[in-house]
């Protein structure tokens, strides 16, 4: 029964650790927004968090103080019990910062406890039993981790209100505690310790190489994860929930590399690797064309397993034959996981004005290959030098291609920002139009922000999603009659609206990302020569309007749903409220939703009725000519000769019922139905 308590306990910590991330990160959009480095620096919390747990077990197995382990469980049920309170405040302008404040304050103590539990159980266990200690069970610990990764996004999030999957965590957690203490009250104090087992031959203390490697290896893996997340969500695809697939094929190379280290064939794995990093690194530098997104996100997650697989199996074929060596190995592998994620989610955007985390995590791998295969002989040697000069020379190459047609390149925590001009108008398709035009193109990653064409004829002519037959143009062009017009967009992009600016509107935008607004302002013109009074706020729009007095907006325009971490706080029944607050009597609301992967018109339509307003979805084509993309929107309103006007009624389009769609509130959402699979 007591060897029981052990996988038992192992198993739930990890389910648990995994289910707190995405709770905790979820808890942290309405403060920060929907930018994937929200999660992303949440990885190196958690890594940093992971770090720590692991060095709590290293030290209580040295000094055995199971009093101060049964004392800090008790401390850690008791902050449980008030976890994730909606409550939460801290200041956006260093999210960073805030991001470490916040889940420090939250699940800082819980999740250290969590963290340490797996190797300081093996310890324990070895111990107790005078055996071997049980690899095995890290990999246990990693399949609840990949359990806790499939159910959180397909049962929990979809079908249970934030506040309840905080319940339903912290009860589990409680049970978790009662196992954890039980198993810390019958560990042997250091007077009653059980005799250690006298050494075998076998035994004996690793070597300096083998500390180095274990330390080295995971963080070439932690690097490949988070490059390989950051490239797939913000250069691939904005796909929200892809980061989950790279975490899930990293926890599945430790699986397989602790639980079943037989399936591990170096030869055929270094090879493959081989392949993979030479194919990619030829693909990335081709930065003027891409693969299919199907294709290119297989190819990437295949190169992510097998460098991961290397990395693990190889750091669990070194591992120490001593009991008491165990929770310095598994120190060493946090710290080289903790390092790998600091460097790509926090120290490359300040180190470097554009992403080149790919080909250095890439090279970084080929790099810890040449000390890990040494011993296989000089064509080992000089195959992976050659690799990782390679691989560093991509990294330059890529900065050149970067540069060409580009007038500037700009990085921060949201991510990099490039302004590039070419001599041709951009199509929707990524193609250029014959008409011979400059235009400049703001682009985040995969995502434009908006387009100028700098000709006499269509320099003030809005262009992309919001030509005059989009909705937005609708909305604008119909909203008022020809008097001056009260005008709020959420998102500023190239400030592409401000074209529609006339003598006496107001256009008042909010913007996120505060190296936005200087390349709106001196890189394009839109703002600049609009005719209409124009005002830019920094910072989260909601939060910026919650605290705002009413602007009696006659169009407010939210335009933050293109990317992959689409900030759902936008498209709750407490954000419309606060819309209404914000709008003139009869007053329009444009929700921008273009987007290649999420249908989001059913769920504005259910928010719309759920508040007695009308939801009209407009579907406008592309016209090349003048620089529009194909667009989708979606007007809510209750002003009837809006709503009667033949314009809007021709160009109305159909919004489809998604099953399984649930009204979303600050408590409640789920992207998940909405998905075009």
Known sequence: MQKALYPATIFLSSLLLFLIEPIAAKQLVPILGGSSAVWLTCLVFFQITL????????????????????????????????????????????????????????IGVPFLLLASTSPLLQAWLARSTNSAVPYRLFALSNVGSLLALFLYPTLIEPYLTLSHQCLLWIVAFLIYAALLTCITAQTPAPSNEIPKPAPDANSQAPTTRQKLLWFLLPMAAAMQLTAVTAHLTADIAAIPLLWMLPLSVYLLSFIIAFEY??????????????????????????????????????????????????????????????????????????????TGTFFIGIASPLLFSANYDLPLAFAITAAVAIPTLWREGLVQRVLWGIACAGLFLLAIMLHVAYQRDAILVTRNFYGTLRIKQTDHAPLSNGQFSQQAAPTRMMLNGTIQHGNQIFSPALAHTPTTYYAANSGVGLALTL??????????????????????????????????????????RNLFTYLRDSTATITIAEGDARNTLSTEPAQHFDV??????????????????????????????????????????????????????????????????????????????????????????????????????????????????????????
């Open 51 to 106: 770090l720590l747990g692991y060095l709590y077990a290293h030290a209580l197995t040295r000094i055995m103080q199971t009093k101060a382990h049964l004392a800090l469980i008790v401390i850690a049920a008791a902050l449980s019990l008030t976890l994730l309170s909606p409550h939460i405040t801290a200041d956006p302008s260093h999210p960073v910062r805030a991001i470490f404040l916040l889940l420090s304050t939250s």
């Open 261 to 338: 280290p037989g399936l591990y064939k170096r030869a055929t794995i270094t090879r493959l690797l081989v392949v993979l990093l030479a194919s990619l690194g030829y693909a990335l530098s081709k930065t003027d064309t891409s693969l299919p997104i199907a294709i290119s996100i297989t190819f990437f997650l295949a190169e992510c397993f097998f460098a991961c697989l290397f990395c693990h199996a190889e750091a669990h074929a070194l591992k120490p034959t001593r009991a008491s060596d165990s929770t310095l190995f598994y120190l060493l592998i946090a710290a080289g996981g903790a």
């Open 479 to 520: 909203c008022c009659n020809g008097r001056p017009r009260i005008v709020g967009v959420i998102g500023l992009g190239a400030g592409t609206l401000a074209a529609y600016g006339q003598p006496g509107d107001r256009f008042h935008f909010y913007e996120l990302n505060p190296a936005v607004q200087p390349i709106a």
């Open 556 to 677: 407010l325009v939210i335009d933050a749903f293109s990317g992959d971490a689409i900030p759902l706080h936008l498209l709750t029944t407490q954000a419309l409220e606060l819309y209404q607050r914000h709008l003139a009597p009869g007053g329009i609301l444009a929700f921008h939703i273009s987007n290649q992967f999420v249908e989001l018109a059913p769920e504005i339509a259910l928010l719309a009725a759920n508040a007695h307003l009308h939801a009209i979805a407009i579907d406008s084509p592309s016209n090349p000519a003048e620089g529009a993309y194909r667009s989708s929107w979606v007007l809510v309103t209750n002003n009837p000769a809006f709503l009667a006007n033949s314009l809007i009624i021709n160009n109305a389009a159909p919004i489809p019922h998604v099953p399984g769609t649930r009204l979303w509130t600050d408590d409640y959402s789920s992207l998940l139905p909405l998905l075009k699979f």
